[in-house]
């Protein structure tokens, strides 16, 4: 069965420090992973997308990065500011027979506080 | 703005009422879909369609009724609901022909839903 688990479940951390946000996943056949940024009362908003050959990817303060063989990823997040706080949402896709097969993880819920 | 819009944004419904929640796209896009996202839950993928042919449906209730009239409009009718159905609901696009983004999705902002 396809699975995406992230951790931790939440996270609080101060203005201007660094975070890593983890994935772990059990997606087969592998298409790509991606990030997304979901403010409260907002959609998921995609932050980067990595397909099997990439191992790192940089959206301004935003870096992901990808072992396809151990099937982790992670989300670091630098010099971290308060429209930061949000869920980050670890998502697979799978080739599934011509099109893509999507597993959402239940994602990180990240706190910024002065 | 994503270009994914959705309305209501807000809707509080009896169990007895039937309802609508409208979805509109304005990125040309071929797919769309509908999820439900509950608290401490992943998002559900309820139902999936392209070029208008609903091409999904993941063991939906009945009391949802999705329809896509063209590639930019979907609704979502609601009927006779359960309060466990209350949640954000969400729509989203995409074009599957577009290779170099992987095919990503661009989310509305939600439906919040409250069934009482």
């Known amino acids: 069965k396809n699975q995406v688990e992230q951790s931790p479940q939440s996270l609080i951390i101060l203005e201007g420090k660094n975070c890593t946000l983890q994935c772990n996943y059990t997606v087969s056949p592998f298409s790509n992973l991606r990030w997304y940024k979901q403010d409260t009362g907002r959609g998921p908003v995609s932050l980067t997308i990595?397909?099997?050959?990439?191992n790192t990817k940089s959206n301004g303060r935003y870096t992901a990065t990808l072992d396809a063989d151990t099937k982790q990823s992670s989300l670091h997040i630098t010099a971290s500011q308060l429209s930061d706080s949000a869920s980050y949402i670890c998502?697979?896709?799978?080739?599934?027979?011509?099109?893509?097969?999507?597993?959402f993880g239940i994602g990180t819920k990240l706190q910024v506080i002065p | 703005e994503t270009g994914v819009t959705q309305t209501p944004r807000h809707l509080v419904m009896g169990m007895t009422n039937k309802k609508s929640l409208k979805c509109e796209q304005h990125?040309?896009?071929?797919?769309m879909y509908w999820y439900k996202q509950s608290a401490k839950k992943p998002l559900e993928l309820m139902f999936v369609?392209?070029?208008?042919?609903?091409?999904e449906n993941n063991s939906v209730p009945s009391r949802f009724s999705p329809e896509c009239p063209n590639s930019s409009h979907l609704f979502l009718h609601l009927h006779t609901l359960q309060p466990e159905d209350s949640a954000l609901y969400l729509c989203a696009s995409t074009s599957t022909h577009d290779r170099a983004n992987q095919e990503t999705q661009y989310f509305g902002p939600g439906t919040r839903l409250l069934v009482l």
């Open positions: 998502v697979v896709s799978a080739d599934s027979g011509g099109y893509q097969k999507v597993t």
């Open positions: 990595m397909t099997f050959s990439e």
């Open positions: 369609y392209n070029f208008k042919e609903q091409t």
């Open positions: 990125l040309g896009h071929n797919a």
